[in-house]
């Protein structure tokens, strides 16, 4: 698991916008747990875009998905894939480079399809994206999805922290969703990778940063507070 650390200067910065921190509230059927990319051609030994730690934050991403169905909440397991027409991306790879990319992320490609030790339900939703971030409109409508549904408040877990949950991260929390990120939910190739994005998230963003355990004993007390 990453070493999660928030650097000093972003406690200082948050400090200084934003006062005493107050925890989200998890509330129900306005919370949405989103699962990044964890997907066989990111996970599987040897697939084409291998991050070790995904294996890692398996157990705490199935707890979190767990404990959201519990709290009547929604579980979204978001799928990268390959996009020919974006060419801003791919038309810079060097010769030959693309190939395996679109060979793995095309839709219905064996490493496109999500881990088989992740626990899916057929409640869960199950959404393709084409760009690191899920919230740009015409590449994924997870945006759309959460709005007609009334869900706020996303939980944030994946791969890889400093791109694809990042980014998604980033253009949500500027589109009014409130964001938890879950530090050993998420997973990049270093420590430094991963609290690069901590720092950013935590420091300028405002986002919530918590252990799974953390985020799972919130959404038990609130789903006392609301049978109460």
Sequence with gaps: MHNTVIPEFALQTDRRIRGERVPLPLLGAKIA??????????????????????????????????AVRKAGGLNVFLRYTYDPGWTGFFGRFAPGAVEPMKAAFAAGAEQHALWPDLDVQPQDLILDKTRFSAMIPGTCSLDGELRARGIDTLIVTGCVSNCCCESTVRDAMQMNYAIVFVADGNAARTDDDHNGTVADLYGIFGCDVSTADEVIARLEAACVVQAA
Aim: proline letters at 9%; a negative charge.
């Design 33 to 66: 747990h989103v699962v990044v990319d964890l997907q066989v051609g990111f996970m599987a030994p040897g697939s084409v875009a291998e991050t070790p730690m995904n294996l890692e934050i398996l157990p705490a991403v199935n707890r979190l998905s767990a």
